[in-house]
């Protein structure tokens, strides 16, 4: 019962980021619960897909999303995703874990000095070619495959600085693309023997439900607080896995 109210408070923060979370949950699960680091990351991304289902699903119905360019970044990067998880077999837990920790604190430093300029200005977006399409996907693709997070901040970055997003249309946007992303990533955990059903539906009742809740709140709240939120997350990851080295 513990585990399932803290996924969904979890998932109401989740969801008002526009984040999937899985390096959130990682953290709670290795730390708090102590799941075997491999498992944790399988399980997650899972969890992840059903959550960032219902999340992108609320965002969509609140406005907060661009329809057809998270659906060809997403589909690039469920193939990077794919990828990246035949990678994670061959790497040790702790260090697997140490990397997990690293990038979540890269991701919240770039999406921070990234995001000081774009809250109160949106910028018009630009249409790239198919090319920038599929290296934005493919890239962030590999690092959610690879480090089983759902790489929220990067893509949030990738969208806010080379497409032009609007803040708010990158939270949005950020969660319909990690939809296939952790698809992906899913499949490539569960092939890889990384999967534990009793724990998966433990997490996903609390966050699927948390998910869908805060995504309302995305468009209501004000775009500073949004700002905080997208960087907290996933030092807030980073340091509860840090735990782990003490």
Do not use: C
């Amino acid at each position: 019962m513990l585990l399932i109210v803290t996924m969904l408070l979890l998932g109401f923060v989740l969801g008002f980021v526009g984040a999937g979370g899985s390096g959130f949950i990682i953290a709670i699960l290795v730390t708090i619960f102590h799941i075997p680091v491999h498992t944790a990351l399988g399980t997650a991304v899972s969890v992840m897909f059903f959550s960032v289902l219902s999340g992108s699903w609320s965002h969509f119905r609140e406005g907060n999303l661009y329809l057809k360019e998270g659906l060809i970044v997403g589909l690039f990067g469920g193939i990077g995703a794919f990828f990246g998880t035949r990678l994670t077999v061959f790497i040790d837990p702790n260090v697997l874990m140490f990397f997990t920790m690293t990038v979540l604190v890269i991701s919240a430093v770039l999406l921070w000095l990234k995001t000081r300029v774009n809250i109160r200005v949106e910028e018009e977006r630009t249409n790239p070619a198919v090319l920038g399409y599929s290296l934005i996907g493919l890239g962030n693709g590999l690092i959610s495959g690879t480090f089983g997070i759902g790489a929220a901040p990067f893509i949030q970055l990738s969208l806010i600085k080379w497409l032009h997003f609007p803040m708010r249309f990158a939270a949005g946007t950020t969660m319909l693309v990690i939809v296939p992303i952790s698809m992906f990533a899913s499949a490539g955990y569960i092939v890889n023997g990384y999967f534990d059903t009793l724990l998966f539906l433990k997490v996903a009742l609390g966050t699927i439900v948390g998910t869908y809740i805060g995504a309302k709140l995305t468009k209501k709240l004000p775009q500073v607080l949004l700002r905080y939120g997208m960087v907290i997350t996933p030092i807030a990851s980073a340091i509860i896995l840090l735990i782990n080295f003490l």
